[in-house]
């Protein structure tokens, strides 16, 4: 069941587009990721949603109805924001219980799911303190027991855990995992982590310059990207431009100058078009002996840097610097730098996107 | 060779640190100490010493070194102690008037664009521009018999004669508004500035309408800078001396007249002195009730910021 609908909406600051009519469509109950890089318009998207801006074209229907001029009060909607927003002057209990005190519920009711929401967040004994007497995990667990608390019909995260340091991210990111199976509930993440994005969501909108540019399951956008930015965006990939020499159905082959290199792919491609072959670092293979993939390549080692659970290697193959990571499994004798190795990897991991 | 160097290591291993003292910020604070020192602590020892002195106000001779006459003389008489409630309220009304009016006007240069803010801050700084005998003037012009006011009510028809409006507490506290509303605004406005507009929106979110979120966060956020804005209000409302002057005359006494007249007019320094000390005290000690009432427990987290 269609729960949030965003149909051609844009954004103007001054003379900038914010947002250029995106449209967008979420499920009841469903988790949706806005992944993009800096500036494309994620924050202004969920701010559009929250009522704290107004579109200044298209429509934003909530439980199907239009929501143009209703004031973020009206909409209940829970939100946790990247710097999390405790009010400094109020007790941890009396910020968590602030959306059920303008709720007028009754004040035994109100202790009750204060100290379920509390619980909920581990915060049990921690009622009595002062937001700036608490960590910055503490904090965000607060500010998300006070969103939860008002039993909202829809929760938005604006880029909530880019203020914890990469552990706590990590503890948090599973902790959120939890609680959304718990309470089942509509929500709405911006960030431009993409592990976050695709740990936390049923579907990533991976966005840029204020578009959709492609809406999926996590393995749907990173496997299957439908541009040529998405491709790029997510992961870490190689990008080598090059000339499809022969096209037959799916099977395509690319000159990337001296190089021809096997790909597959659904959509269809004539010789002569320009591309650009993307192959994720983690997708390469590389050995001092043959490898028997449907590409294989020989190449001069540059560097392999040793990262501890994985070794990342810099391999000079023709006019192309290829980067691969590989897990370390500790079991083979390290490649000596300025050797010739061989680099392979399969045909169905070379992504094609068609240059204009 | 090998054994010294090894007691030079134990030796400063176990070497307890010494803590050393570190002149660095008494040297940079020594010209303000003794500025501070010659100007102001010196001055209100001579003070404290002249108001428990009595002479003879005809031949200035010392009558007594060390009596507290002025001070009972002072506190005894209702008619000076009237004066001395009088300041104390028009302090206080300035300061809450001041506050009131400061709020809409810092929250509006919070929402105001570069350009529209600077002209707005010019504006409210206007009165510390101008003299404060020209604004008397003008607000003279204003209250006077046949003045703006009058005029205006005449007009509408809600008075026959005129009211008598000038060299009343209204037309004091009028001016004394007008030219100590800066510091509020200014303050309220630095306080405002410092909220996260992110607390705000989340108080929007969790379903307060934009009055209540002013009333439970916007208002107590800032707090310390209306603190701040009316303590130095207050302060200089009650000695100031040129405004109630002007504004009030020989109607609307305050204590600062009479330490003026006690000191320039009838030459009894002792008597005077004792009124400025009394004035400090009562004034110190308003502000310090003051400072720990708003700091209490309720607005913990804003203070301890
Ligand atoms: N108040 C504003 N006034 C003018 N331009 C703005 C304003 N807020 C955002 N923009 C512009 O709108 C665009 C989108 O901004 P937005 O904050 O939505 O990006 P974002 O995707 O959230 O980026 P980030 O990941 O850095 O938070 C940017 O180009 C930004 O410069
Ligand atoms: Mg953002």
Known sequence: MEHVRLHEVSKFYGQVLAVDRLSLSINQGESVALLGPSGCGKTTTLNLLAGFLQPDGGTIRIADRDVAGLPPNKRNLGMVFQSYALFPHMTVAENVAFGLKLRRVESAERERRLKEALDMVRLGGFADRFP??????????VALARAIIVQPDIMLYDEPLSNLDAKLREEMRSELLDIQDRIRITSIYVTHDQEEALALADR????????????????????KPATGFVAKFLGESNVLPGTVARADGTSVVVDLGGHSVHCQTSERFSAGDRVEVVVRTERLAVSPERLSTDNCFKARLHHAIYLGGTIRYLVQLGDHRLIMVEKNRGDRAALSEGSEVYVGWPAKDSLLVKLP | MSAMTAEAAVAAVSAVPQRRVNWTPWIILAPALVFFLIFYVVPLAILLANSVQRWDTYTYKVLDYATLHQYVRYLLDPYYLEVLVRTVRIAALTTLYSVIAAYPVAIYLTKAGPTERSILTLIIISPLLVSVVILCFGWMVVFAPAGLINWALKMVGIVDAPLKLKFSEASVISGLVHVYFPFVALSIYNSLQNIDPATVRAARILGAGPIRTFWSITLPLSIPGALAGSLIVF??????????MFLGGAWVKVVAYHIWEQNMATIDWPFGAAIAVILLVVTATIMLAYNRLMERRLFTGVFAR
């Open chain 1, 132 to 141: 700036r007497q608490l960590s910055g995990g503490q904090q965000q667990r």
């Open chain 1, 204 to 223: 990533v909108a991976v966005m840029s310059n204020g578009c959709v540019e492609q809406i999926g399951t996590p393995d749907e956008v990173y496997e």
């Open chain 2, 235 to 244: 302060a200089l409302s009650t000695s100031s001396f040129v405004v109630p």
